[in-house]
């Protein structure tokens, strides 16, 4: 796992939410999150599958506990899309 300052293709995706016209809170939010995202994969993120948003969803509900923010977590990968 590695630890980056950003995530590939971050500028995309805020131009992406800007588009939508995100609130500056909430693309912040949500880049926070997809930041994070990005850290826990090794490979390209436009090569996941269905299959590995659950493995992550996993990870953050049961290893890590963190259910609270589930659906911040789920309306940002919808940018992803």
Known sequence: MFKAKF???EAELEHEMELR???VCTVKNYKS???RFS???TRDLKLL???DFK???YYLTVKRMVA???SVRLY???VLI
């Open 7 to 9: 995530f590939p293709y």
């Open 21 to 23: 016209n995100y609130s």
């Open 33 to 35: 999150h997809l930041r």
């Open 39 to 41: 850290e826990f994969f």
């Open 49 to 51: 599958s269905a299959d």
């Open 55 to 57: 493995e992550y969803l």
């Open 68 to 70: 609270a923010f589930a």
């Open 76 to 78: 940002a990968f919808k």
